[in-house]
Protein backbone atom coordinates (compact mmCIF):
# COMPACT_ATOMS: atom_id res chain seq x y z
CA UNK A 1 0.00 0.00 0.00
CA UNK A 2 1.55 3.62 -1.00
CA UNK A 3 0.06 6.51 0.73
CA UNK A 4 1.12 10.01 1.27
CA UNK A 5 0.53 12.80 4.16
CA UNK A 6 0.90 16.21 5.18
CA UNK A 7 1.63 17.45 8.37
CA UNK A 8 1.95 21.00 9.56
CA UNK A 9 1.34 22.86 13.42
CA UNK A 10 0.69 26.73 14.19
CA UNK A 11 4.56 27.56 14.54
CA UNK A 12 5.93 24.64 12.21
CA UNK A 13 9.39 24.46 14.24
CA UNK A 14 8.59 20.81 15.78
CA UNK A 15 5.39 18.97 15.74
CA UNK A 16 5.17 19.13 11.94
CA UNK A 17 8.45 17.03 12.00
CA UNK A 18 7.87 14.97 14.83
CA UNK A 19 4.15 13.95 12.77
CA UNK A 20 5.98 13.42 9.85
CA UNK A 21 8.78 11.42 11.18
CA UNK A 22 5.79 9.13 13.14
CA UNK A 23 4.22 8.29 10.08
CA UNK A 24 7.50 7.53 8.65
CA UNK A 25 8.28 5.35 11.58
CA UNK A 26 4.46 3.35 11.32
CA UNK A 27 4.57 3.04 8.05
CA UNK A 28 8.42 1.14 7.84
CA UNK A 29 7.13 -1.17 10.41
CA UNK A 30 3.58 -1.85 8.44
CA UNK A 31 5.62 -2.44 5.19
CA UNK A 32 4.17 0.22 3.57
CA UNK A 33 5.28 3.04 1.22
CA UNK A 34 4.92 6.66 2.92
CA UNK A 35 5.72 10.16 1.62
CA UNK A 36 4.99 12.92 3.95
CA UNK A 37 4.99 16.17 2.70
CA UNK A 38 6.16 18.86 5.62
CA UNK A 39 4.62 22.66 6.14
CA UNK A 40 7.01 24.22 8.60
CA UNK A 41 8.46 27.17 8.98
CA UNK A 42 11.15 26.32 6.97
CA UNK A 43 8.37 26.11 3.88
CA UNK A 44 6.77 23.17 2.22
CA UNK A 45 9.17 20.34 2.42
CA UNK A 46 9.44 16.97 0.53
CA UNK A 47 6.44 18.54 -1.59
CA UNK A 48 3.83 16.11 -3.36
CA UNK A 49 4.29 16.21 -6.68
CA UNK A 50 0.87 15.11 -8.87
CA UNK A 51 2.32 12.12 -9.48
CA UNK A 52 3.06 10.76 -6.05
CA UNK A 53 -1.04 11.61 -5.46
CA UNK A 54 -2.23 10.09 -8.23
CA UNK A 55 -0.15 6.78 -7.44
CA UNK A 56 -1.31 7.02 -3.98
CA UNK A 57 -4.06 4.59 -1.99
CA UNK A 58 -4.40 7.07 0.23
CA UNK A 59 -3.71 10.77 1.85
CA UNK A 60 -2.98 11.20 5.55
CA UNK A 61 -3.42 14.90 6.75
CA UNK A 62 -2.05 15.41 10.15
CA UNK A 63 -2.46 18.97 10.60
CA UNK A 64 -3.40 21.65 13.46
CA UNK A 65 -4.16 24.17 10.80
CA UNK A 66 -6.02 24.15 7.81
CA UNK A 67 -4.19 22.35 4.65
CA UNK A 68 -5.36 22.77 1.05
CA UNK A 69 -7.20 19.48 0.09
CA UNK A 70 -8.25 20.21 -3.25
CA UNK A 71 -5.25 18.18 -5.07
CA UNK A 72 -6.23 14.88 -3.01
CA UNK A 73 -10.20 14.75 -4.68
CA UNK A 74 -10.91 11.16 -4.94
CA UNK A 75 -8.51 10.01 -2.29
CA UNK A 76 -9.77 8.12 0.42
CA UNK A 77 -8.66 11.45 2.90
CA UNK A 78 -7.79 10.66 6.73
CA UNK A 79 -7.57 13.81 8.80
CA UNK A 80 -6.52 14.19 12.17
CA UNK A 81 -4.09 16.55 13.78
CA UNK A 82 -0.31 16.25 14.51
CA UNK A 83 -0.31 14.59 17.67
CA UNK A 84 -2.51 12.18 16.40
CA UNK A 85 0.48 11.21 14.38
CA UNK A 86 3.39 11.43 16.79
CA UNK A 87 1.56 9.00 19.26
CA UNK A 88 -0.78 6.64 17.43
CA UNK A 89 0.65 6.53 13.42
CA UNK A 90 0.40 2.97 13.52
CA UNK A 91 -3.92 3.28 14.69
CA UNK A 92 -4.17 5.69 11.61
CA UNK A 93 -2.52 3.32 9.25
CA UNK A 94 -4.25 0.92 9.79
CA UNK A 95 -7.58 2.49 9.20
CA UNK A 96 -6.27 2.72 5.87
CA UNK A 97 -5.83 -1.27 5.98
CA UNK A 98 -9.33 -1.99 7.04
CA UNK A 99 -10.74 0.54 4.72
CA UNK A 100 -12.20 2.79 6.69
CA UNK A 101 -11.13 6.30 5.56
CA UNK A 102 -13.27 8.05 3.37
CA UNK A 103 -13.02 9.63 -0.02
CA UNK A 104 -12.87 12.54 -0.13
CA UNK A 105 -16.04 14.69 -2.10
CA UNK A 106 -15.81 15.56 -5.76
CA UNK A 107 -16.57 18.85 -7.07
CA UNK A 108 -18.22 21.37 -9.85
CA UNK A 109 -16.28 21.65 -12.98
CA UNK A 110 -16.30 25.31 -12.56
CA UNK A 111 -14.85 25.12 -9.78
CA UNK A 112 -12.15 22.86 -10.79
CA UNK A 113 -11.23 24.83 -13.47
CA UNK A 114 -10.57 27.66 -10.87
CA UNK A 115 -8.56 25.63 -9.15
CA UNK A 116 -6.59 24.33 -11.84
CA UNK A 117 -5.49 28.33 -12.64
CA UNK A 118 -4.93 28.69 -9.00
CA UNK A 119 -2.98 25.50 -8.85
CA UNK A 120 -0.47 26.02 -12.21
CA UNK A 121 -0.03 29.75 -11.49
CA UNK A 122 1.09 28.48 -7.72
CA UNK A 123 3.52 26.18 -9.44
CA UNK A 124 4.85 28.52 -11.82
CA UNK A 125 5.37 31.18 -8.79
CA UNK A 126 7.41 28.13 -7.09
CA UNK A 127 9.43 27.72 -10.43
CA UNK A 128 10.22 31.74 -10.84
CA UNK A 129 13.75 32.52 -10.67
CA UNK A 130 14.31 35.66 -8.19
CA UNK A 131 15.22 38.10 -10.83
CA UNK A 132 11.71 36.98 -12.24
CA UNK A 133 9.93 37.88 -9.50
CA UNK A 134 11.66 41.06 -8.34
CA UNK A 135 10.82 42.56 -11.73
CA UNK A 136 7.72 41.20 -11.98
CA UNK A 137 6.95 42.78 -8.28
CA UNK A 138 8.04 46.22 -10.19
CA UNK A 139 5.86 45.84 -12.83
CA UNK A 140 2.93 45.09 -10.87
CA UNK A 141 3.32 48.56 -9.20
CA UNK A 142 3.67 50.45 -12.27
CA UNK A 143 0.70 49.25 -14.11
CA UNK A 144 -1.68 51.42 -12.50
CA UNK A 145 0.21 54.29 -13.33
CA UNK A 146 0.40 53.19 -16.62
CA UNK A 147 -3.41 52.98 -16.56
CA UNK A 148 -4.30 56.39 -15.34
CA UNK A 149 -1.41 57.95 -17.56
CA UNK A 150 -2.43 56.23 -20.66
CA UNK A 151 -6.25 56.54 -19.88
CA UNK A 152 -6.22 60.40 -19.11
CA UNK A 153 -4.06 61.09 -22.06
CA UNK A 154 -6.42 59.71 -24.47
CA UNK A 155 -9.59 60.86 -22.91
CA UNK A 156 -8.02 64.30 -22.99
CA UNK A 157 -6.67 64.08 -26.40
CA UNK A 158 -10.30 62.82 -27.55
CA UNK A 159 -12.26 65.01 -26.42
CA UNK A 160 -10.51 68.12 -25.86
CA UNK A 161 -7.59 68.14 -28.85
CA UNK A 162 -8.04 70.49 -31.38
CA UNK A 163 -6.45 69.32 -35.33
CA UNK A 164 -3.27 71.50 -35.77
CA UNK A 165 -0.23 71.36 -37.76
CA UNK A 166 1.29 68.47 -36.09
CA UNK A 167 -1.95 66.52 -35.08
CA UNK A 168 -4.15 67.15 -32.47
CA UNK A 169 -3.03 69.54 -29.95
CA UNK A 170 -5.14 70.77 -26.30
CA UNK A 171 -5.65 74.40 -26.04
CA UNK A 172 -3.08 75.44 -23.46
CA UNK A 173 -5.27 76.53 -19.99
CA UNK A 174 -8.29 74.75 -20.72
CA UNK A 175 -9.68 72.40 -18.74
CA UNK A 176 -8.70 69.15 -21.00
CA UNK A 177 -4.86 70.39 -20.67
CA UNK A 178 -4.65 69.75 -17.03
CA UNK A 179 -6.17 66.46 -17.08
CA UNK A 180 -3.77 66.14 -20.01
CA UNK A 181 -0.81 66.89 -17.45
CA UNK A 182 -2.16 64.85 -15.01
CA UNK A 183 -1.63 61.46 -17.44
CA UNK A 184 1.92 63.20 -18.21
CA UNK A 185 2.49 63.01 -14.09
CA UNK A 186 1.30 59.24 -13.89
CA UNK A 187 3.71 58.57 -16.90
CA UNK A 188 6.74 60.57 -15.52
CA UNK A 189 6.08 58.46 -11.71
CA UNK A 190 6.06 55.43 -13.56
CA UNK A 191 9.69 54.28 -14.42
CA UNK A 192 11.01 55.35 -10.72
CA UNK A 193 7.77 53.40 -9.57
CA UNK A 194 9.44 50.30 -10.98
CA UNK A 195 12.51 50.64 -10.29
CA UNK A 196 12.08 51.89 -6.41
CA UNK A 197 9.79 48.12 -6.73
CA UNK A 198 12.29 46.16 -8.27
CA UNK A 199 14.51 47.10 -5.31
CA UNK A 200 12.27 47.10 -2.67
CA UNK A 201 11.30 43.12 -3.57
CA UNK A 202 15.36 43.05 -3.39
CA UNK A 203 16.36 44.73 -0.36
CA UNK A 204 13.04 45.33 1.54
CA UNK A 205 12.52 48.74 2.62
CA UNK A 206 15.95 50.27 2.62
CA UNK A 207 15.90 49.60 -1.24
CA UNK A 208 12.74 51.74 -2.49
CA UNK A 209 14.21 54.91 -2.33
CA UNK A 210 17.38 54.60 -3.54
CA UNK A 211 15.59 52.27 -6.26
CA UNK A 212 12.95 55.40 -6.67
CA UNK A 213 15.77 57.97 -6.76
CA UNK A 214 17.79 55.84 -8.87
CA UNK A 215 14.78 55.58 -11.31
CA UNK A 216 14.01 58.88 -11.29
CA UNK A 217 17.37 59.74 -12.26
CA UNK A 218 17.17 56.79 -15.27
CA UNK A 219 14.35 57.95 -16.59
CA UNK A 220 15.20 61.98 -17.09
CA UNK A 221 18.07 62.65 -19.72
CA UNK A 222 18.96 65.99 -18.37
CA UNK A 223 20.90 64.26 -15.58
CA UNK A 224 23.65 63.08 -18.14
CA UNK A 225 23.16 65.45 -21.65
CA UNK A 226 20.72 63.13 -23.07
CA UNK A 227 17.12 63.97 -24.69
CA UNK A 228 15.97 60.68 -24.52
CA UNK A 229 16.68 59.16 -20.95
CA UNK A 230 16.82 55.73 -20.65
CA UNK A 231 13.46 55.10 -20.21
CA UNK A 232 11.68 51.53 -18.74
CA UNK A 233 14.92 49.79 -19.56
CA UNK A 234 17.05 52.47 -17.77
CA UNK A 235 14.41 52.08 -14.91
CA UNK A 236 14.98 47.80 -14.18
CA UNK A 237 18.09 48.55 -14.41
CA UNK A 238 18.50 51.19 -11.96
CA UNK A 239 15.80 49.31 -9.80
CA UNK A 240 18.55 46.13 -9.35
CA UNK A 241 21.48 47.91 -9.37
CA UNK A 242 19.62 50.06 -6.12
CA UNK A 243 17.91 46.82 -4.41
CA UNK A 244 21.80 44.51 -4.78
CA UNK A 245 23.40 47.36 -3.49
CA UNK A 246 21.04 48.12 -0.68
CA UNK A 247 20.90 44.04 0.18
CA UNK A 248 25.49 44.25 0.04
CA UNK A 249 25.01 47.08 2.79
CA UNK A 250 22.51 45.27 4.48
CA UNK A 251 24.35 42.78 4.85
CA UNK A 252 27.68 44.52 5.90
CA UNK A 253 28.00 43.93 9.83
CA UNK A 254 28.06 46.53 12.03
CA UNK A 255 28.46 47.92 15.81
CA UNK A 256 24.92 47.58 17.50
CA UNK A 257 25.16 51.21 18.49
CA UNK A 258 24.79 51.66 14.21
CA UNK A 259 21.86 49.35 13.47
CA UNK A 260 19.04 51.24 14.33
CA UNK A 261 19.98 53.87 11.70
CA UNK A 262 20.96 51.64 8.69
CA UNK A 263 17.84 51.03 7.36
CA UNK A 264 16.23 54.45 7.75
CA UNK A 265 19.72 56.77 6.77
CA UNK A 266 22.75 54.69 5.86
CA UNK A 267 21.82 52.26 3.31
CA UNK A 268 19.25 54.74 1.49
CA UNK A 269 21.63 57.46 1.45
CA UNK A 270 24.83 55.09 0.22
CA UNK A 271 22.96 52.89 -2.26
CA UNK A 272 20.82 56.40 -3.64
CA UNK A 273 24.57 57.74 -4.09
CA UNK A 274 25.69 54.85 -5.80
CA UNK A 275 22.79 54.14 -7.88
CA UNK A 276 22.89 58.02 -8.89
CA UNK A 277 26.31 58.41 -9.83
CA UNK A 278 26.51 55.54 -11.62
CA UNK A 279 23.66 56.81 -14.16
CA UNK A 280 24.68 59.98 -14.22
CA UNK A 281 28.71 59.21 -15.88
CA UNK A 282 28.65 55.80 -16.36
CA UNK A 283 25.14 54.20 -17.33
CA UNK A 284 22.63 57.04 -18.77
CA UNK A 285 23.96 57.77 -22.19
CA UNK A 286 24.20 54.36 -23.20
CA UNK A 287 20.89 53.32 -22.42
CA UNK A 288 19.36 55.76 -23.77
CA UNK A 289 21.06 55.82 -26.72
CA UNK A 290 19.75 51.93 -26.87
CA UNK A 291 16.49 53.09 -26.30
CA UNK A 292 16.29 55.99 -28.95
CA UNK A 293 17.22 52.98 -31.06
CA UNK A 294 14.68 51.11 -30.30
CA UNK A 295 11.76 53.70 -30.53
CA UNK A 296 13.17 54.76 -33.86
CA UNK A 297 13.35 51.58 -35.26
CA UNK A 298 9.75 50.36 -34.31
CA UNK A 299 9.17 53.80 -35.36
CA UNK A 300 10.47 53.09 -39.07
CA UNK A 301 9.11 50.06 -39.38
CA UNK A 302 7.12 48.91 -42.50
CA UNK A 303 4.62 46.61 -43.36
CA UNK A 304 6.92 42.85 -43.51
CA UNK A 305 8.46 43.71 -40.38
CA UNK A 306 5.69 44.89 -38.30
CA UNK A 307 3.43 42.11 -39.21
CA UNK A 308 6.28 39.83 -38.03
CA UNK A 309 6.46 42.04 -34.92
CA UNK A 310 2.56 40.63 -34.82
CA UNK A 311 3.39 37.38 -34.93
CA UNK A 312 6.35 37.12 -32.18
CA UNK A 313 4.14 38.95 -29.70
CA UNK A 314 1.24 37.02 -30.36
CA UNK A 315 2.97 33.69 -30.00
CA UNK A 316 4.89 34.93 -26.73
CA UNK A 317 1.74 36.29 -25.35
CA UNK A 318 -0.13 32.89 -25.58
CA UNK A 319 2.54 30.35 -25.42
CA UNK A 320 2.44 30.20 -21.58
CA UNK A 321 -0.72 31.93 -21.15
CA UNK A 322 0.33 34.86 -18.07
CA UNK A 323 4.03 32.89 -17.57
CA UNK A 324 7.43 34.19 -18.09
CA UNK A 325 7.14 34.89 -21.78
CA UNK A 326 3.85 36.14 -21.60
CA UNK A 327 5.08 38.81 -19.11
CA UNK A 328 7.79 39.39 -21.07
CA UNK A 329 6.24 40.56 -24.08
CA UNK A 330 3.08 42.66 -22.02
CA UNK A 331 5.99 44.47 -20.45
CA UNK A 332 7.67 45.44 -23.75
CA UNK A 333 4.02 46.24 -25.15
CA UNK A 334 3.28 48.08 -21.55
CA UNK A 335 6.33 50.36 -21.37
CA UNK A 336 6.30 51.36 -25.41
CA UNK A 337 2.81 53.13 -24.66
CA UNK A 338 5.14 55.80 -22.63
CA UNK A 339 7.36 56.01 -25.11
CA UNK A 340 4.79 57.32 -27.65
CA UNK A 341 4.20 53.82 -29.31
CA UNK A 342 0.91 52.01 -28.28
CA UNK A 343 0.58 50.69 -31.14
CA UNK A 344 2.75 47.30 -29.74
CA UNK A 345 0.16 47.00 -26.93
CA UNK A 346 -2.45 47.46 -29.48
CA UNK A 347 -1.14 43.64 -31.13
CA UNK A 348 -0.60 42.35 -27.35
CA UNK A 349 -4.13 43.18 -26.24
CA UNK A 350 -5.72 41.09 -29.07
CA UNK A 351 -3.30 38.61 -28.82
CA UNK A 352 -4.33 38.34 -25.15
CA UNK A 353 -7.62 37.32 -25.28
CA UNK A 354 -7.72 34.74 -27.95
CA UNK A 355 -6.82 32.11 -26.07
CA UNK A 356 -9.60 32.01 -23.62
CA UNK A 357 -12.11 33.15 -25.94
CA UNK A 358 -11.28 30.79 -28.47
CA UNK A 359 -10.80 27.30 -26.44
CA UNK A 360 -13.98 28.49 -24.63
CA UNK A 361 -15.68 29.16 -28.06
CA UNK A 362 -13.97 25.38 -29.14
CA UNK A 363 -15.41 23.83 -26.02
CA UNK A 364 -18.99 25.18 -26.50
CA UNK A 365 -19.08 24.15 -30.81
CA UNK A 366 -17.24 20.90 -30.86
CA UNK A 367 -18.33 19.22 -27.79
CA UNK A 368 -17.49 15.70 -28.03
CA UNK A 369 -14.31 16.69 -28.08
CA UNK A 370 -14.08 18.43 -25.01
CA UNK A 371 -15.24 16.37 -21.21
CA UNK A 372 -17.87 17.86 -19.30
CA UNK A 373 -15.77 19.85 -16.73
CA UNK A 374 -13.99 20.77 -19.48
CA UNK A 375 -16.99 22.17 -21.26
CA UNK A 376 -17.71 23.86 -17.98
CA UNK A 377 -13.85 25.51 -17.74
CA UNK A 378 -14.80 26.75 -21.45
CA UNK A 379 -17.22 29.11 -20.08
CA UNK A 380 -15.46 30.42 -17.66
CA UNK A 381 -12.80 30.88 -20.20
CA UNK A 382 -14.77 32.85 -22.19
CA UNK A 383 -15.94 35.08 -18.92
CA UNK A 384 -12.64 35.64 -18.92
CA UNK A 385 -11.35 36.55 -22.14
CA UNK A 386 -13.64 39.49 -22.49
CA UNK A 387 -12.02 41.17 -19.47
CA UNK A 388 -8.59 40.35 -20.99
CA UNK A 389 -7.10 37.05 -18.73
CA UNK A 390 -5.09 34.71 -20.84
CA UNK A 391 -4.99 32.37 -17.59
CA UNK A 392 -8.77 31.39 -18.93
CA UNK A 393 -7.25 29.45 -21.12
CA UNK A 394 -5.20 27.37 -18.65
CA UNK A 395 -7.70 24.50 -17.50
CA UNK A 396 -8.03 23.64 -20.88
CA UNK A 397 -4.44 23.80 -22.15
CA UNK A 398 -3.26 22.13 -19.17
CA UNK A 399 -5.50 18.74 -19.78
CA UNK A 400 -3.89 18.62 -23.41
CA UNK A 401 -1.58 20.98 -23.77
CA UNK A 402 0.78 19.57 -26.70
CA UNK A 403 -2.87 19.94 -29.29
CA UNK A 404 -3.67 23.04 -27.25
CA UNK A 405 -1.21 25.41 -27.38
CA UNK A 406 -0.08 24.85 -30.76
CA UNK A 407 -4.27 26.17 -31.46
CA UNK A 408 -3.87 28.61 -28.87
CA UNK A 409 -0.45 30.28 -30.05
CA UNK A 410 -2.21 30.09 -33.78
CA UNK A 411 -4.96 32.59 -32.55
CA UNK A 412 -2.71 35.02 -30.71
CA UNK A 413 -0.60 35.22 -34.12
CA UNK A 414 -3.26 36.08 -36.21
CA UNK A 415 -4.73 38.58 -33.69
CA UNK A 416 -1.53 40.22 -33.28
CA UNK A 417 -0.28 40.23 -37.12
CA UNK A 418 -3.98 41.56 -38.33
CA UNK A 419 -3.88 44.05 -35.04
CA UNK A 420 -0.29 45.13 -36.27
CA UNK A 421 -1.57 45.82 -39.84
CA UNK A 422 -4.66 47.39 -39.09
CA UNK A 423 -2.67 50.25 -37.23
CA UNK A 424 -4.70 49.13 -33.85
CA UNK A 425 -2.76 50.57 -30.56
CA UNK A 426 -3.79 50.15 -27.20
CA UNK A 427 -3.19 53.11 -24.72
CA UNK A 428 -3.64 50.85 -21.37
CA UNK A 429 -1.44 48.17 -20.31
CA UNK A 430 -4.40 45.68 -20.32
CA UNK A 431 -5.69 43.48 -23.31
CA UNK A 432 -9.09 42.06 -24.53
CA UNK A 433 -12.47 43.59 -25.91
CA UNK A 434 -12.83 45.20 -22.17
CA UNK A 435 -10.18 48.17 -23.15
CA UNK A 436 -12.15 48.92 -26.19
CA UNK A 437 -15.13 49.76 -23.74
CA UNK A 438 -12.83 52.26 -21.90
CA UNK A 439 -12.28 54.00 -24.87
CA UNK A 440 -8.33 53.11 -24.40
CA UNK A 441 -8.25 51.59 -28.32
CA UNK A 442 -7.69 53.86 -31.46
CA UNK A 443 -9.44 51.54 -34.63
CA UNK A 444 -11.69 49.89 -32.48
CA UNK A 445 -12.90 47.86 -35.62
CA UNK A 446 -9.23 46.13 -36.73
CA UNK A 447 -8.86 45.59 -33.11
CA UNK A 448 -12.42 43.20 -33.05
CA UNK A 449 -11.32 41.94 -36.11
CA UNK A 450 -7.99 40.77 -34.86
CA UNK A 451 -9.75 39.17 -32.29
CA UNK A 452 -12.29 37.25 -33.88
CA UNK A 453 -10.15 35.71 -36.47
CA UNK A 454 -7.54 35.28 -33.94
CA UNK A 455 -10.10 33.69 -31.70
CA UNK A 456 -12.06 31.07 -34.76
CA UNK A 457 -8.26 30.04 -36.00
CA UNK A 458 -7.52 28.78 -31.86
CA UNK A 459 -11.26 27.60 -32.57
CA UNK A 460 -10.85 25.59 -35.73
CA UNK A 461 -7.34 24.40 -35.34
CA UNK A 462 -8.19 22.81 -31.40
CA UNK A 463 -11.01 21.09 -33.25
CA UNK A 464 -9.04 19.48 -35.83
CA UNK A 465 -5.97 18.66 -33.54
CA UNK A 466 -7.84 17.48 -30.15
CA UNK A 467 -9.33 14.03 -30.26
CA UNK A 468 -13.20 13.18 -29.66
CA UNK A 469 -12.76 12.09 -25.72
CA UNK A 470 -13.85 8.74 -24.50
CA UNK A 471 -16.69 10.62 -22.08
CA UNK A 472 -20.28 8.90 -22.95
CA UNK A 473 -21.53 12.76 -22.69
CA UNK B 1 25.82 26.28 12.18
CA UNK B 2 25.34 23.62 14.71
CA UNK B 3 23.00 22.25 17.81
CA UNK B 4 25.97 23.32 19.94
CA UNK B 5 25.24 27.18 18.19
CA UNK B 6 21.57 26.53 20.24
CA UNK B 7 22.54 24.75 23.21
CA UNK B 8 23.85 26.80 25.44
CA UNK B 9 25.53 25.00 28.23
CA UNK B 10 24.14 27.35 31.45
CA UNK B 11 20.80 26.78 29.46
CA UNK B 12 20.77 22.82 31.29
CA UNK B 13 19.37 21.93 34.20
CA UNK B 14 19.24 18.01 35.39
CA UNK B 15 17.10 18.99 38.36
CA UNK B 16 13.93 21.48 38.17
CA UNK B 17 12.51 22.84 40.93
CA UNK B 18 9.11 23.23 40.19
CA UNK B 19 6.42 20.67 39.97
CA UNK B 20 3.77 22.37 37.20
CA UNK B 21 4.38 23.61 33.73
CA UNK B 22 3.73 27.70 34.73
CA UNK B 23 6.86 27.25 37.08
CA UNK B 24 8.73 24.70 35.10
CA UNK B 25 8.64 27.42 32.56
CA UNK B 26 9.44 30.47 34.46
CA UNK B 27 12.41 28.27 35.53
CA UNK B 28 13.58 27.43 32.04
CA UNK B 29 13.38 30.52 30.92
CA UNK B 30 15.73 32.10 33.45
CA UNK B 31 18.49 29.42 32.33
CA UNK B 32 18.66 31.56 28.67
CA UNK B 33 21.35 33.86 28.25
CA UNK B 34 20.85 37.48 28.16
CA UNK B 35 21.93 37.08 24.60
CA UNK B 36 18.70 35.29 23.40
CA UNK B 37 16.17 36.90 24.98
CA UNK B 38 15.31 40.43 24.80
CA UNK B 39 11.48 40.51 26.68
CA UNK B 40 11.01 37.59 28.31
CA UNK B 41 7.98 38.20 29.52
CA UNK B 42 6.77 38.42 25.90
CA UNK B 43 8.57 35.44 24.94
CA UNK B 44 6.48 33.51 28.16
CA UNK B 45 3.47 34.97 27.17
CA UNK B 46 3.87 33.18 23.29
CA UNK B 47 5.02 30.16 25.00
CA UNK B 48 1.29 29.78 26.89
CA UNK B 49 -0.16 30.99 24.17
CA UNK B 50 1.27 27.82 21.81
CA UNK B 51 0.42 25.50 24.73
CA UNK B 52 -3.18 26.86 24.67
CA UNK B 53 -3.54 25.74 20.89
CA UNK B 54 -2.71 22.50 21.73
CA UNK B 55 -0.27 20.83 24.56
CA UNK B 56 3.30 20.47 23.46
CA UNK B 57 3.45 17.19 25.41
CA UNK B 58 4.12 14.70 23.18
CA UNK B 59 3.96 11.71 25.19
CA UNK B 60 6.81 9.43 26.16
CA UNK B 61 7.62 11.68 28.99
CA UNK B 62 8.48 14.18 26.92
CA UNK B 63 6.87 18.48 26.07
CA UNK B 64 9.18 20.33 23.71
CA UNK B 65 7.34 24.07 24.55
CA UNK B 66 7.97 26.29 21.87
CA UNK B 67 7.44 29.76 20.73
CA UNK B 68 8.25 32.09 17.87
CA UNK B 69 8.21 35.27 19.82
CA UNK B 70 9.34 39.16 19.63
CA UNK B 71 10.79 38.74 22.63
CA UNK B 72 13.79 36.40 20.93
CA UNK B 73 17.04 37.90 19.55
CA UNK B 74 18.81 34.49 18.82
CA UNK B 75 17.10 31.35 18.34
CA UNK B 76 17.85 28.58 21.46
CA UNK B 77 17.02 25.92 23.73
CA UNK B 78 16.59 25.21 27.05
CA UNK B 79 16.61 21.71 28.32
CA UNK B 80 15.52 20.32 31.98
CA UNK B 81 14.71 17.21 33.53
CA UNK B 82 12.14 17.08 35.92
CA UNK B 83 12.63 14.10 38.77
CA UNK B 84 9.18 13.73 39.78
CA UNK B 85 7.49 14.72 36.32
CA UNK B 86 5.23 17.19 35.41
CA UNK B 87 1.86 17.26 34.41
CA UNK B 88 1.51 18.55 30.77
CA UNK B 89 -1.63 17.33 29.54
CA UNK B 90 0.37 14.93 27.54
CA UNK B 91 -1.50 12.89 24.77
CA UNK B 92 -0.68 9.83 26.92
CA UNK B 93 -1.66 11.17 30.16
CA UNK B 94 2.21 10.69 31.02
CA UNK B 95 4.39 13.83 33.53
CA UNK B 96 6.74 15.24 31.39
CA UNK B 97 10.25 14.42 32.53
CA UNK B 98 12.56 15.86 30.11
CA UNK B 99 11.55 19.42 28.66
CA UNK B 100 12.82 20.99 25.85
CA UNK B 101 12.32 25.07 26.07
CA UNK B 102 12.58 26.01 22.44
CA UNK B 103 12.96 29.82 21.70
CA UNK B 104 12.75 30.82 17.81
CA UNK B 105 12.52 34.61 16.95
CA UNK B 106 9.73 36.10 15.22
CA UNK B 107 11.69 37.54 12.33
CA UNK B 108 14.52 35.46 11.21
CA UNK B 109 17.22 36.02 8.79
CA UNK B 110 18.16 32.69 7.63
CA UNK B 111 16.25 29.17 8.75
CA UNK B 112 19.85 27.11 9.59
CA UNK B 113 18.18 26.87 13.13
CA UNK B 114 14.60 26.23 11.85
CA UNK B 115 16.61 22.85 10.02
CA UNK B 116 18.62 22.13 13.40
CA UNK B 117 15.10 22.12 15.42
CA UNK B 118 13.85 19.82 12.89
CA UNK B 119 16.75 17.35 12.94
CA UNK B 120 16.22 17.91 16.70
CA UNK B 121 12.53 16.86 16.20
CA UNK B 122 12.71 13.92 14.58
CA UNK B 123 14.93 12.23 16.29
CA UNK B 124 12.58 12.95 19.21
CA UNK B 125 10.45 9.99 17.60
CA UNK B 126 13.63 7.85 18.27
CA UNK B 127 12.84 5.52 21.11
CA UNK B 128 16.71 4.29 22.15
CA UNK B 129 17.37 8.92 22.01
CA UNK B 130 14.52 9.57 24.61
CA UNK B 131 15.85 6.70 26.95
CA UNK B 132 19.07 7.92 26.64
CA UNK B 133 17.92 11.44 27.28
CA UNK B 134 15.67 9.82 30.18
CA UNK B 135 18.94 7.91 31.60
CA UNK B 136 21.28 10.87 31.53
CA UNK B 137 22.73 12.36 34.86
CA UNK B 138 24.68 14.95 33.91
CA UNK B 139 24.63 18.37 32.55
CA UNK B 140 27.58 16.97 30.03
CA UNK B 141 25.81 13.51 29.29
CA UNK B 142 22.77 15.88 27.73
CA UNK B 143 24.53 18.03 25.67
CA UNK B 144 26.69 14.76 24.61
CA UNK B 145 23.64 13.41 23.72
CA UNK B 146 21.81 16.57 22.28
CA UNK B 147 24.66 17.02 19.92
CA UNK B 148 24.72 13.60 18.68
CA UNK B 149 22.20 14.08 16.41
Same mark, same amino acid.
Not at chain 1, 297 to 326: C, Q
Given at each position: ????????????????????????????????????????????? $?????????????????????????????????????????????????????????????????????????????????????????????????????????????????????????????????????????????????????????????????????????????????????????????????????????????????????????????????????????????????????????????????????????????????????????????????????????????????????????????????????????????????? %????????????????????????? %????????????????????????????????????????????????????????????? %???? | ????????????????????????????????????????????????????????????????????? $????????????????????????????????????????????????????????????????????????????????
Amino acid at each position: MKLVGITSCPNGIAHTYMAAEGLNKAAQEKGMDIKVETQGSIGVE $NELTEEDIEEADGVVIAADKSVEKSRFEGKPVLETDSSEAINNAGALLARFEAGEVETYGAKTGREKANEKIEEEKSKKKKKQNPLYRHLMNGVSYMIPFVVVGGLLIAISLSLGGEPSADGLAIPEGSFWNSINQMGNTAFSLMVPILAGFIAMSIADRPGLAPGMIGGFIANDGSFYGSEAGAGFIGGIIAGFLAGYIAKWIKEVKVPEIIQPIMPILIIPILASLAVGLIFIYVLGAPIAGLMEALTNGLEGMEGGSRILLGLILGAMISFDMGGPFNKVAFLFGAALITQGQPEVMGAIAAAICTPPLGMGLASLIFKRKFKSDEQEAGKAAVA %MGLVGITEGAIPLAAADPFRVIPSI %MAGGMSAGAIAMMGNVADHVPHGGPIVAVFGAIDNVLMFFVAIIVGTIVTALLANILKKPT %MEGS | MDIEALLHKEAVDTALESTDKEGALKEMAALLPGSVLSDKQQFLRDVHARENEGSTGIGFGFAIPHAKS $NGVKEAAIAVGKSPSGIEWKSMDGQPAEVIFLIAVPQENAGDDHLKILQQLSKKMMDESFRHSLKQAETKQQIIDIVSGI
